[in-house]
């Protein structure tokens, strides 16, 4: 087990459990709120959540790495 490929793919979890919620709760909320069109609205949140799944999917990757459930070419 690979220690520092585990603590990023715990931190990058971390960060996407917290930007995931964290961002669905303090903006993405208070923005369906405001008076902000639908259109830039929607590509917003879209973009935001897109970002959310990028972060879940290195977090998985870093944690493959971590323990070395993928093997090199050798």
Same mark, same amino acid.
């Given at each position: 087990?690979?220690?520092?490929?585990?603590?990023?793919?715990? =931190?990058?979890? +971390? $960060? !996407?459990?917290?930007?995931?919620?964290?961002g669905e709760l303090t903006t =993405?909320?208070? +923005? $369906? !709120?405001s008076g902000l069109p639908e259109v830039?609205?929607?590509?917003?949140?879209a973009v935001w959540h897109l970002f959310t799944l990028h972060l879940a999917a290195c977090a998985g990757l870093l944690l493959l790495l971590a323990l070395a459930v993928v093997s090199g070419g050798d």
């Open positions: 087990m690979n220690l520092p490929w585990l603590l990023a793919g715990l =931190l990058c979890a +971390l $960060a !996407a459990v917290v930007h995931g919620v964290g =993405l909320r208070p +923005l $369906a !709120a830039p609205r929607l590509e917003l949140k």
